[in-house]
């Protein structure tokens, strides 16, 4: 004990004799003008945007807007504490949060602080908020799938290994649970998830740390939180420093699953901060530089090439629509920013259908190039088929009226409509989603009840996990339907038929 | 367009810079009307301090402010101003404040610049370092 006592002491001396005491020299402002989390600040000549600003007790802020002789800077954090004619430090630094492998499994704030009570977090590196996009030079094409689990966004709407895809809809359509479901799916794909929750209600954000935690998911993800009760500045940065955390992994060749929820409360926080700041609003009262802000953010999504480490971040931002209106201001600018959307309604969602996804509104402009030769094949008659089925669907309650092969169209889409319904929280493997999917496409379903698929569907899954191992395996390391395969799941189908039948 | 209090105040400087004695009352009674003219009385506390802040840099004059833990004798002040003329190459103005919390040694501020050489502030260092 006393050795311990001892190595401290000597420890405490050597760093007391080392240290010396110099005068510092600072660049120091004074607060003219203080409200609502942005101050007005004379002096700091020599400040650069994106600074640190270090504010009496060991509050920071961020320069945004230089002007004349004044500089004005949002506050990170309780700007209650801070009056005018306090002295501003400026720090040399532009903003920066740590990043490295010690933020897995964490609840942190936009500056890196640990909301979980699970104690400090030690950074390897720090990361400046703001970094440029990577190079055409430095990326490749989107090539491999990001799978969400999800059996309608894998085989309609597929998603890259670094593509940006919007998850669009009004409120209470399960876009978070979408979101929560694709990274709880990443669980043995190698992917780090970063779930940034910009402007939700506290309680909320603890829903979804406990749903993660539930499926083991937390091990693999970093949640940046920022509440609703937070200052502006914080959802501002928010995004940004997710990002950032995103791109430490990136840099080190590794996939990233990065997930905004949701843009349209960021956009809300930039825009109350630019209007303190009296910068001009345009429409909407954003400022003129709001897609601008926005499609540098996505931007950072990419696939990187084999010299650059080969990492990916792909990223899923959340819009929340109005009343289904998606020619609004910010979601025309994130729809035009990103590669595809999956829309969300809220008539399909009351209808039972989940997830509520419209087919024929929501697309993906790269992800299909990535997807699973296996995938492919189902897919693009389920494609087909839905299109027709919503062409015919206006008919539906003439079904008796109509001819033998307008009918029998009705019941695909019916049926695969069924197929594609999925429970929160499921998702499922790829080999499983195939199988599942050529029996619907390929008529094998058809002669099956609507409302009895879904058993159908589970007994079918625990038939293929006992007697088709094999074919599973196959599937799943070829990402092929062979010939073999085929018939063999063929011979599954109208067996489990038999017994399910019967 | 809004006219900046720095504007303001850097037009009225000149204006009474190279007047007449007698005209001087006069550019001051029409700078008030302007200001009422253009509604701008109510920042009239702005224009002031940037009104002092330039005259005071027309006459080559900087201020400092000094920051110290006990009063000191005249002569310190005087070294300290004459030091820092020196090296400023400008008529310094000093104001000087009293504060026990510094414990010992000064801190200066001119422009926006601010060097700390007080105990408190190497103690805040060491604080810092050794966490």
């Known amino acids: 004990m006393s050795d311990t006592k001892n190595h401290i002491i000597e420890a405490l001396k050597k760093q007391i004799s080392a240290f010396q005491a110099e005068v510092t020299v600072e660049k120091v402002g004074t607060i003219v003008e203080l409200g609502d989390g942005v101050a007005k600040i004379t002096g700091l000549s020599n400040a650069m945007a994106l600074e640190m600003l270090e504010f009496p007790n060991k509050i920071f802020g961020v320069v945004l807007n230089l002007e004349e002789d004044l500089v004005g800077a949002v506050i990170l954090g309780d700007y209650t504490e801070i009056k005018e004619g306090d002295l501003v430090k400026s720090t040399g630094r532009v903003l920066e949060v740590p990043v490295g492998d010690d933020l897995i499994g964490r609840v942190i704030d936009p500056l890196g602080r640990p909301k979980d009570g699970k104690g400090v977090i030690k950074a390897e590196k720090f990361y400046p908020v703001e970094r440029i996009a990577p190079r055409v030079i430095e990326r490749e094409p989107v090539n491999s799938p990001l799978q969400t689990g999800i059996k309608a966004i894998d085989a309609i709407i597929p998603v890259g290994r670094g593509q940006r895809e919007l998850i669009i809809g009004d409120r209470q359509t399960g876009k978070t649970a979408l979101a929560i479901d694709a990274i709880i799916n990443q669980k043995d794909e190698n992917v780090i998830c970063v779930y940034v929750a910009i402007g939700q209600k506290e309680s909320s954000i603890a829903k979804t740390v406990a749903k993660l935690e539930e499926f083991n998911a937390m091990a693999h993800t970093i949640v940046v939180a920022c509440s609703a009760s937070e200052s502006a500045s914080l959802a501002y940065i928010a995004p940004f420093a997710g990002c950032s955390m995103a791109e430490y992994f990136k840099d080190q060749g590794r996939d990233v699953l990065i997930v905004y929820d949701d843009l349209s409360k960021h956009a809300a926080a930039y825009r109350q901060i630019s209007l303190l700041l009296r910068r001009p609003p345009g429409r909407e009262a954003f400022p003129g530089d709001i897609f601008y802000l926005h499609s540098r953010l996505l931007e950072r999504a990419c696939k990187m090439n084999k010299e650059q480490g080969g990492g990916s971040i792909t990223a899923l931002p959340i819009i929340e629509t109005q009343a289904g209106d998606i020619s609004a201001y910010i979601p025309t600018n994130v729809i035009s920013i990103t590669d595809g959307q999956i829309y969300l309604e809220s008539d399909l969602f009351y209808q039972g259908i989940r997830p509520a996804l419209n087919v024929g509104l929501s697309v993906s402009r790269v992800g299909s190039a990535a997807q699973a030769k296996a995938m492919k094949k189902v897919a693009g008659k389920l494609r087909l088929d839905l299109a027709q089925f919503r062409e015919l669907a206006a008919f539906m309650q003439f079904a008796s009226d109509l001819d033998k092969s307008t009918q029998a169209q009705i019941n695909r889409g019916l049926r695969l409509t069924e197929i594609l319904k999925q429970q929160q929280y499921c998702p499922m493997a790829v080999e499983h989603q195939v199988a599942i999917l050529y029996a619907a496409v390929n008529g094998f379903l058809d002669d099956i009840e609507v409302n009895k698929m879904k058993d159908f569907e589970n007994g079918f899954h625990e038939y293929l996990d006992g007697q088709g191992k094999n074919l599973l395996k196959s599937v799943k390391k070829t990402k092929e339907i062979t010939e073999q395969s085929e018939t063999e799941l063929k011979d599954m189908i109208s067996d489990y038929k038999k017994i399910f039948q019967s | ?131």
């Open chain 2, 1 to 131: 367009m809004r006219i900046s209090p720095k504007k303001y105040a850097v037009a009225f400087c000149e204006a009474v810079w190279d007047a007449k004695e007698k005209d001087k009352s006069a550019i001051i009674d029409n700078f008030v009307k302007l200001l009422t003219k253009n509604n701008v009385l109510s920042s009239a506390g702005r224009i002031m301090t940037e009104i002092e802040k330039y005259w005071q840099e027309k006459e080559g004059q900087t201020p400092v402010n000094l920051v110290i833990s006990r009063p000191l004798s005249e002569k310190f002040f005087h070294d300290i101003k004459e030091q820092l003329s020196d090296k400023l190459k400008r008529e310094v103005v000093l104001e000087s404040k009293e504060d026990e919390k510094l414990l010992g040694g000064l801190i200066l501020r001119f422009d926006d610049i601010l060097l700390d050489g007080s105990v408190r502030g190497q103690l805040d260092n060491l604080h810092n370092k050794l966490l």
